[in-house]
């Protein structure tokens, strides 16, 4: 084999988990992002301004797609994206039914969790326990 070969098999070799990590990361971060459609009437609060949770998902997902590059696991998505303002530094909450505002980093923090331990159900309010 020539040299070329060797460093061909090398770098598919190791370049391969880091791409099937990459697909993982990102589809875990489209689940996360999906998963606010389980948060029935809340609302999504960002500098100070309400919007739907269609909004929010949406926004989301553009700072994600500008920044993409630079994400590579599910919580820095939620440490530089679904957490706070890139532009004022204000964290984003999520207002619930009953009216009690989560900071939307523990909000998404916990549904993370509960997308990689299987425990999220489709349809459940699923909601932190904590406040801001």
């Not at 020539?2 to 993982?24: C, G, K, T, V």
Request: a positive charge; glycine letters at 6%; proline letters at 3%.
């Amino acid at each position: 084999m020539d040299r070329f070969n060797i460093i061909l098999i090398l770098l598919i070799f190791f370049l391969a988990p880091i791409s099937a990590q990459s697909n993982n990361s990102e589809s875990e971060i489209n689940s996360l992002v999906s998963s606010l459609d389980l948060c029935k009437n809340c609302i999504f609060i960002r500098n100070g301004s309400e919007h739907s949770l269609e909004e929010a998902k949406a926004h989301m997902l553009r700072k994600y797609e500008a920044t993409k590059n630079r994400i590579n696991t599910a919580e820095e998505f939620i440490q530089h994206i679904g957490s706070k303002s890139s532009i004022s530094g204000k964290p984003y909450l999520i207002r619930t039914a009953k009216g009690e505002e989560i900071k939307s980093e523990v909000w998404l923090t916990t549904q993370l969790q509960k997308l990689r331990t299987g425990s999220q159900k489709p349809g459940s309010n699923s909601k932190p326990t904590g406040k801001n």
